[in-house]
């Protein structure tokens, strides 16, 4: 693989990390809508919070492995991989913390959004990783 093939990496994956969210947004905003839930605006900010506290770190762990994809031995990349982690569950944590003190939102929605965008990223986006190499 070349290296500007390497280069591009975080770039696709955030990109189908952002379809991730506007897919599960749709889903959850389906299911909320059905249920007739959509006149509840602290339904839609959970959602969207939800999401973006799945988006934002992983971004983060994305962006710090993918730009040392290639240039570090097997070894320094996985004590990235495991650093990039650690940074991103503290994120997480820093993040849910932040928005459930600060905000006012509807705390099982929140963790829905946030369970369904890992859920769909995994099944949807990894399952397709052939076509980002």
Do not use: H
Request: positive net charge.
């Amino acid at each position: 693989m070349t290296f500007s093939r390497l280069v591009q990496l975080p770039e696709k994956v955030i990109q189908r990390m952002c379809q991730a969210s506007f897919m599960t947004f749709a889903v959850l905003g389906t299911v909320v809508f059905l249920w007739n839930l959509c006149q509840d605006e602290l339904v839609i900010r959970s959602l969207m919070l939800g999401i973006v506290l799945w988006l934002l770190p992983n971004c983060y762990f994305v962006t710090k492995i993918m730009r040392c994809l290639g240039q570090v031995s097997g070894k320094d990349l996985l004590n990235i991989f495991y650093r990039a982690e650690l940074i991103k569950l503290f994120f997480s944590g820093i993040f849910f913390v932040v928005v459930i003190k600060l905000l006012s939102v509807n705390i099982p929605i929140l963790l829905l959004a946030y369970l369904v965008s890992q859920l769909v990223f995994w099944l949807l986006i990894i399952k397709s990783m052939k076509g980002l190499l």
